[in-house]
């Protein structure tokens, strides 16, 4: 076990999208990123060899985020292998939209267990050796959805403000640890989570009259992870062009 300044990071949902970017900004700060993925090893790939293109490091670390054991194990091999977690950024998830009346209980849990349960699963180990260190950033992606709620998304919004919750929360937990856990809100980013969405009208609600880029959410990840951020806690960064 080696035991370095080198800052050391855990990012879920890395292998595309929003996740990549942030994993590549991170490591762009010299900062060792280890990029979780559960299927798609392929994309997981593509995002090491982006942040080895740019002189970062980084490594591949694929485990499902709905499984408390499997959240457990992988924090344990990070610990393992640099002695250390710095950063934790949660930022796995999905949507299975449909209008409440008409969806399946399998559409409703999934989506809770994938969005909000894995909070839990891996922010729970993570924690633990952060209190141990003293020292620590947590940041979660939550959502525009989660503050303003969408039609068809009832159970995305119920996760995503499930999260807002649940970082307030564990910021009065751990704040006099040198500990900080906030959330980045985005709006309507451009990636693949946007695919099947009529994007037509939206756009007309948004005041800056275009989608976010991945790239503007990791700056604002990026920011709440520095040194520089040392006094922000608890608080839900909007990412979303004035949306809400």
Same mark, same amino acid.
């Given at each position: ?108 849990? /999934? ?30 992606? /939550? ?23 649940? /970082? ?77």
């Amino acid at each position: 076990m080696t035991q370095n300044a080198e800052k050391i990071a855990l990012v879920t949902g890395a292998g595309k999208g929003i996740g990549r970017a942030i994993a590549m900004e991170l490591a762009g700060q010299q900062i060792f990123v280890y990029i979780n993925y559960l299927s798609d090893r392929m994309s997981a790939i593509q995002t090491l060899e982006d942040i080895t293109a740019f002189n970062g490091h980084g490594a591949l670390l694929p485990f499902d985020i709905t499984s408390s054991e499997d959240s457990k194990k992988a924090a344990q091999t990070i610990l393992k292998d640099k002695g250390k977690i710095d950063i934790l950024v949660n930022n796995a998830g999905i949507r299975n939209d449909g209008l409440l009346a008409m969806m399946k209980e399998d559409s409703w849990q /999934t989506v809770i267990n994938t969005n909000l349960t894995s909070f839990y699963n891996v922010t729970k180990p993570v924690v633990k050796n952060m209190l141990k260190n003293r020292s620590g950033r947590i940041v979660t992606i /939550t959502s525009a959805a989660g503050q303003m709620g969408n039609p068809g998304q009832v159970n995305y919004s119920a996760a995503k403000s499930g999260l807002i919750g649940a /970082t307030k929360a564990l910021a009065r937990e751990v704040g006099n640890r040198n500990i900080t856990v906030n959330a980045v809100s985005p709006g309507f980013i451009e990636t693949q989570m946007l695919d099947g969405m009529d994007m037509s009208r939206t756009l007309d609600a948004i005041p800056a009259k275009r989608l976010g880029r991945p790239e503007e959410v990791a700056h604002a990840v990026m920011f709440l992870c520095s040194d520089k951020a040392a006094y922000i806690n608890g608080q839900i960064l909007g990412v979303n062009g004035g949306l809400i």
